[in-house]
């Protein structure tokens, strides 16, 4: 029998994660175009975020790299977590979407409902 259950992660882990990879997209892309002077208008945030990218673009792309990579490895865990439960084939796109694109918030939740069921 398959089986659908689908719970979206916390929002303020969706906001935070989502403000965080598009920071560190930002950075890695076009750090002189983050707002004020020297990324001020962002906050330290900003800040940061253009000093790494403007004198350290080689970290900031390695970062950019690992942290895809564990998304995609996140996400493919997902997958297998859905297959296992027998979820359906919609179910299972969207945990393995919602993983992809916010991770550990994402999986945890996963992971708690198939301990359970």
């Known amino acids: ?64 790299y690992v942290a895809t990579f564990l998304h995609i490895g996140e996400a493919l865990y997902a997958a297998k977590l859905c297959w296992d439960q027998r979820l359906t084939v919609g179910t299972s796109l969207k945990w393995v979407l919602q993983t992809f694109l916010f991770g550990f918030a994402s999986l945890r939740i996963l992971r708690s409902r198939t301990r359970t069921a």
């Open 1 to 64: 029998m398959k089986r659908t259950f689908f719970q979206m992660a916390e929002p303020r882990w969706m906001f935070t994660i989502a403000v965080g990879l598009g920071m560190l997209l930002w950075s890695w892309l076009a750090p002189s175009s983050i707002p004020g002077p020297y990324g001020l208008y962002l906050g330290p945030v900003g800040m940061l975020g253009r000093f790494l990218g403007e004198n350290f673009p080689h970290i900031v792309s390695s970062i950019v």
